[in-house]
């Protein structure tokens, strides 16, 4: 078994600041995800890695900057944060895009 | 694009009943397709998945879903429902890219 850590579980910050979320697992996967979820939206996908210093953009990877410098790390950083983007973020690994996922218990953004 | 729809944003049933959760995707061959669940203050987990084979698929705690290549659907069931399985369940699909969640259908259980 293992674990997908995030940190912080919850971080407050001011509109047009920059913000990074953090994610850690030790499955030993090879890839990883960073998801939004906001109310009533379902999960979009951010960013993706399949392999350590490898980044792929999702379709809501505008405003975000993600980072992969080890196999076991998956970093966000919200550019410049906005009330609209006030969500849930969850972090997930996986063994391959076919594969079951395995996520974080998620980081909560406010942004005033 | 491939996408995937949730009809249903909110269902209800009574404990015991049998339930339906219904999914559609859009993709001209076969996804692998996923139901995941999300448990109150919980992370989500994976029910059950689906690539080839039985088209009845079945998964955990009694769940199994089924899929039709005509219907381009993959509904979710379970026989009879407990009050434990309220949560909000989602489908996902993936075409090869990466996966694609619904919008979720949060299932609520009553007495």
């Known amino acids: 078994g293992g674990i997908i850590t995030q940190t912080p579980k919850f971080l407050i910050g001011q509109e047009g600041q920059k913000l990074t979320l953090k994610c850690q697992q030790n499955f030993n996967h090879d890839t990883m995800y960073w998801y939004r979820q906001d109310s009533g939206k379902g999960l979009r996908l951010i960013y993706y890695s399949i392999t350590e210093n490898d980044l792929q953009k999702g379709d809501l990877s505008e405003g975000y900057d993600a980072s992969r410098e080890k196999k076991s790390s998956f970093s966000l950083t919200v550019t410049s944060a906005q009330k609209n983007e006030m969500a849930v973020f969850l972090c997930?690994?996986?063994?391959?895009?076919?594969?079951?996922?395995?996520f974080g218990p998620g980081t909560r953004l406010t942004v005033l | 694009a491939q996408s995937v729809t949730q009809p249903d944003a909110r269902v209800t049933v009574s404990e015991g009943a049998s339930l339906q959760l219904r999914c559609k995707y859009s993709?001209?061959?076969?996804?692998?397709l996923f139901w995941y669940v999300q448990y109150p203050r919980q992370g989500l987990q994976l029910l059950l998945k689906y690539y080839s084979g039985d088209p009845v698929v079945q998964g955990v705690n009694g769940f199994e879903a089924e899929f039709s290549k005509s219907n381009s659907s993959f509904h979710l069931r379970k026989a009879s429902v407990h009050w434990s399985d309220s949560a909000v369940y989602f489908c996902v699909s993936n075409s090869g890219t990466y996966q694609r969640f619904g919008t979720g259908t949060k299932l609520q259980v009553v007495p």
């Open positions: 993709y001209s061959g076969t996804p692998y």
């Open positions: 997930a690994s996986t063994t391959g895009i076919y594969a079951e996922q395995f």
